[in-house]
């Protein structure tokens, strides 16, 4: 008896032409959907990895400092001026340049919000670190904060957008490095979503402040 029965057609054996096209194409319609999502979260996660690297140094620094000078809050060990801040970044940081007053080459010479609009750097002095970083500091003089910095992660190579690549944080006198806010830190969630959406939110702002605390509100994620 002849077993013709295990016999497999021709088009068993294989995908016509055609259906290889319309899975091709299913596949790039797919890509092209998920790939640019994937690819922005990722960017998202990158700045903020680099914004929690920095902020654990300057945690530590800060520690260090105030142990260092057997202190029992920044101002009291001495972190009060220019001079003094300039002392304790060249002492706990490694720097390879520095432009003073000058904005450039530290940072770019011009930033944008979210939403575009421009706005620039402008304090006291400007500083490059070993890994790329751009920090520029501000003594603040206020009751509460102690001084101001403006970090770039990635130094002045794009996108320079407030909120993404570049964040004003805020060093209080006991040590917490939090958002702007003008009590005593930690401030609590709801005082950080408030001022994200009346400032780093805002189009109409020409604040650098409120996208840190969003991200500290949100576990070290770029949620926005």
């Known amino acids: 008896m002849w077993g013709g029965g ?6 068993s054996k294989g995908f016509t032409l055609a259906e290889v096209l319309v899975t091709l194409g299913i596949i790039g319609v797919v890509s ?14 990158s700045y903020v990895t680099q914004l929690h690297k ?9 520690v260090q400092y105030q142990n260092d000078k057997n202190a029992l809050n920044l101002k009291e060990a001495g972190l009060t001026s220019l001079d003094a801040l ?6 706990y940081f490694k720097i390879v ?18 939403l575009g609009k421009t706005y620039k750097v402008g304090l ?19 009751a509460n904060i102690v001084f101001t910095v403006y970090v770039d992660i990635n130094g002045p190579k794009g996108p320079n957008i ?27 969630n709801e005082e950080r979503e408030t001022a994200f959406n009346n400032k780093c939110a805002d189009p109409k702002m020409e604040n650098w402040y409120g996208c840190f605390g969003k991200i500290l509100n949100d576990n070290w994620e770029m949620n926005y």
């Open 6 to 11: 295990n016999h497999l057609s021709s088009r």
């Open 162 to 188: 407030a909120g993404r690549d570049t964040f004003a944080i805020y060093i209080y006198n006991n040590g917490v490095i939090d958002d702007y806010f003008t009590g005593m830190a930690p401030m609590t």
């Open 97 to 114: 340049s520095s432009c003073n007053s000058n904005v450039t080459p530290c940072f770019a010479s011009e930033y944008k919000n979210m």
């Open 124 to 142: 006291e002095h400007h500083i490059t670190l070993a890994d790329g970083t751009s920090v520029a500091y501000s003594c603040h003089g206020g």
């Open 54 to 62: 920095f902020y654990n140094i300057l945690s530590q620094a800060l």
């Open 86 to 91: 300039d002392e304790f970044f060249q002492n």
């Open 32 to 45: 092209a959907m998920t790939v640019p999502s994937l690819m922005q979260n990722y960017q998202r996660q």
